[in-house]
């Protein structure tokens, strides 16, 4: 089974220009994370889909940050326009409804995001 | 007062020492404490879990959670090179919705090295 990817894994970009990060989810998992972990810092959590729905967006930390799941599957996550502090590690996790005590979160590989 | 502290090391052991890893958190809604290990440029992946109080061993790894103190740790006995990584400590409050766990709220990371 394939897990969780990530598309691009590095990108780099300069201030101002516009970046879609990818995800596609493990098949099957109705929900799906973003987190971003800035250098020095923890991982933090961005928002939280549950199918194309956005269950919790408490995480996004400006509205130069877009989120979509179309159809429930894949999604993107855009930087538009980009500023130097968005420069970190995006990374995406899906998990199962749970069955069990725990809701297991599969984490993809992260997109490597530089702003110049 | 951030919500999880974890001191990010280095930390390098020899093979076959024990290692003990901690982490401390402020927000007593926390039920959910999990350990997640990070390779170099590969995302996270859950290693154990604990609900609520309590130990719990899986081989070589032991997790341990005491509420009343706001303290977890894992240990690791016989340590191998194929351990070195970063160790993250992740926590969440129930949330009922979907029967989901919710967003994870991460510590920074303790980056092992275990040497031959």
């Known amino acids: 089974e394939a897990g969780v990817t990530q598309f691009p894994s590095h990108s780099v970009i300069e201030k101002g220009q516009t970046v879609t990060l990818r995800c596609d989810p493990i098949?099957?998992?109705?929900?799906l994370y973003w987190y971003r972990r800035v250098m020095g810092k923890e991982i933090k959590f961005l928002l939280h889909?549950?199918?194309?729905?956005?269950?919790?967006e408490s995480g996004m930390p400006n509205n130069r940050f877009l989120a979509e799941r179309t159809g429930g599957t894949y999604s993107t996550l855009k930087v538009q326009p980009a500023e130097l502090e968005d420069s970190g590690v995006y990374f995406c996790a899906s998990s199962q409804v749970p069955r069990l005590v725990i809701n297991e979160q599969f984490f993809g590989p992260g997109t490597r995001l530089t702003v110049l | 007062q951030k919500e999880v502290e974890q001191d990010p090391g280095p930390l390098s052991v020899p093979e076959g020492a024990i290692v003990s890893l901690n982490c401390t958190y402020s927000n007593s809604a926390f039920q959910y404490f999990m350990w997640y290990r990070q390779y170099s440029r590969k995302g996270p992946e859950l290693l154990m879990y604990t609900y609520s109080s309590g130990n719990k061993e899986d081989g070589r790894f032991t997790a341990q959670v005491d509420k009343s103190s706001k303290y977890i740790s894992l240990f690791i006995r016989d340590s191998q090179p194929s351990d070195s990584a970063t160790y993250l400590c992740a926590m969440s409050a129930y949330k009922n919705y979907g029967g989901s766990q919710g967003n994870l709220i991460f510590g920074k990371g303790t980056k092992l090295s275990v040497k031959p």
């Open positions: 889909f549950v199918k194309e729905s956005k269950q919790d």
């Open positions: 098949s099957g998992h109705d929900n």
